[in-house]
């Protein structure tokens, strides 16, 4: 079975093709894991995400409230950022994982290297490496075999 798949993203514009078509191999739930440096493009990548869901304005990151929760029609958009996650325990008070089994939900973590051991098996991490041309490689790894069954039999490519 497939378990990762790297691209490149050059530009906004390859960041936005990337979400649309990852949105076509998500099943709801989705939990959506994203780690990489500084300034890598995780909260863009939320935004391009939220977007191909039809959520147009997204908060700024919630580096401070910890999840933002939007509701578009029956969909529910939940954006965390675990960056200033110190204590374990904050994460009772986050409640996060409550939104993982929640249906028609999509649950995007920023910074979730922070607290690895909540994630489930089903979880799609997203890793973004910032090259010195600015372009962004961006590692898709997950042992969600249903994923990578769809993402196989509908061309196999996150972007083109
Ligand atoms: N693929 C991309 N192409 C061009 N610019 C990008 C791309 N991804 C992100 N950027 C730009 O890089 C800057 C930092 O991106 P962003 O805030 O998404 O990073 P982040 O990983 O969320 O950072 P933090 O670790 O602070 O949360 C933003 O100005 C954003 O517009
Ligand atoms: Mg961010």
Known sequence: ?????IIT????????AFAARLKQY????????????????KTAFTQQ????????????SPTFTLSNVYKQ???????????RLMDTDEITLLGLSDYFAEPNTVTVVEWADR?????PPQTIW??????????RLLTVKSANKEFW?????????LSR
């Open 115 to 119: 607290l690895t051991a909540l994630f």
């Open 9 to 16: 993203i050059k530009t906004l514009e390859d960041l936005h």
């Open 149 to 157: 069954w769809r993402f196989e039999s509908k061309s196999g490519e």
């Open 1 to 5: 079975m497939k378990t990762h798949s």
């Open 49 to 60: 995400l939220a977007e191909a869901y039809g959520i147009n304005e997204l908060l700024p």
């Open 26 to 41: 998500l099943a709801l739930p989705a939990i959506l894991a994203l780690t990489g440096d500084l300034g890598s493009g």
């Open 73 to 83: 029609h029956d969909l529910l958009f939940v954006h965390a950022d675990l960056y």
């Open 126 to 135: 997203l890793h973004l490496t910032l090259l010195e041309d600015n372009s």
